[in-house]
């Protein structure tokens, strides 16, 4: 006589069906996560011009998101703002211009807030 041993060892039909709407979840939230290449091969979103110098800008915006600025082979100085499961939501690219800096700003997911706004000029620093 052939006995089949049951894979999931006493979770039964019901708990399996409960828990497949979380585990599709799940799935679909981690796929959607947006790596740093990705959001840096984007166009910008928009394009910020400062009065502010690279490392000033980059600065603040780092200090204010709680991350710390990449320098990049391009002269560029990059800050990534990340949602909770740590897809990249925001990325900013820094780079000198003049006196001043060029801000690239890409958007990949809304987030909340925008205290960054007044990284790049467009709100009054606080």
Not at 45 to 69: G, R
Not at 75 to 102: M, T
Request: with cysteine.
């Amino acid at each position: 006589m052939v006995r089949q041993e049951n894979v999931f060892n006493g979770w039964g039909y019901m708990k399996i069906v409960r828990f497949l709407p979380l585990v599709v979840l799940c799935g679909a939230v981690l796929a959607g996560c947006a790596s740093t290449q990705k959001v840096l091969g984007n166009s910008p979103t928009e394009v910020f011009h400062s009065e502010k110098s690279q490392n000033e800008v980059a600065f603040c915006l780092a200090n204010k998101n709680n991350t710390v600025p990449m320098p990049r082979d391009d002269g560029s100085k990059v800050v990534l703002i990340k949602n909770g499961y740590g897809g990249v939501s925001l990325a900013f690219s820094i780079y000198p211009e003049g006196d001043g800096s060029r801000i690239e700003y890409r958007k990949q997911f809304g987030t909340v807030g925008g205290i960054w706004k007044q990284c790049v000029g467009i709100k009054p620093e606080k």
